[in-house]
């Protein structure tokens, strides 16, 4: 059982160029997020997806698409990313275990933009 | 707009030396609040949900407490192994869980 995983673990992009963020979960949990962290601002919310088939707009969503592969996959993609975009990113998952609401992360991808 | 704000920002404390933090929130209709810890270089962990006030959940040495205004999280005799950061988040959503997060509050404890 090893959670939620992401992939990659590190990257550097120069500006303009694209990539995707991959995240999979193996809780069978129906909802998955994607947040990103910055120095002094915390965890914000980039999209989630609260089914298979549905995905919504969070606090900080331009510059992003996403797309819920399968109940499993949830992934983030940068069309053209800006140096503003460097940050760290995690994905998450969220199921009702023992009674209470928990939202499980993975390790993060931390994103270099130049 | 929802906001949680935890205080202190960092805290250093002595091995042994108990403590609380603090997570103030504004929300429209809590749902749930949630305590997790942060390693350096890692994901946030998952701690505690609280829903309602006056509850209460422990686990080894932390202990969280919630009011309607605001949650406690209290650690009794720390050791060095629980130095990390430790974030408060909220929800008003039932089921999907759009969590918003404080900014942290790093805790040191020294041997």
């Known amino acids: 059982n090893a959670g939620v995983t992401q992939t990659p673990k590190f990257q550097v992009l120069k500006t303009g160029q694209s990539m995707t963020l991959q995240c999979a979960q193996d809780m069978n949990h129906n909802s998955m997020y994607w947040y990103r962290q910055d120095p002094g601002m915390g965890l914000r919310l980039i999209y989630y997806s609260a089914s298979e088939g549905t995905t919504d707009k969070g606090e900080v969503p331009n510059g992003y698409n996403v797309s819920r592969l399968n109940k499993r996959e949830f992934s983030l993609r940068l069309e053209s990313a800006a140096p503003s975009q460097t940050s760290v990113y995690f994905c998450?998952?969220?199921?009702?275990?023992?009674?209470?609401?928990?939202?499980?992360f993975g390790p993060g991808t931390r994103l270099t933009v130049t | 707009e929802d906001q949680v704000t935890q205080s202190p920002e960092a805290l250093r404390l002595q091995e042994g030396e108990s403590s609380s933090l603090n997570c103030s929130y504004t929300?429209?209709?809590?749902?749930?609040l949630f305590w997790y810890r942060q390693d350096p270089g890692k994901g946030p962990e998952f701690l505690f949900t609280?829903?309602?006030a006056g509850e209460e959940k422990e686990k080894e040495r932390l202990k969280a407490t919630l009011t309607k205004k605001e949650s406690f999280l209290h650690i009794t005799a720390p050791k060095p192994e629980d130095s990390a950061t430790y974030l408060c988040a909220v929800t008003a959503f039932q089921g999907a869980q759009k969590l918003v997060f404080g900014q942290g509050t790093r805790l040191t404890i020294n041997p």
């Open positions: 998450a998952s969220n199921g009702w275990t023992s009674g209470n609401y928990e939202q499980y």
């Open positions: 609280l829903y309602s």
């Open positions: 929300v429209s209709g809590l749902r749930g």
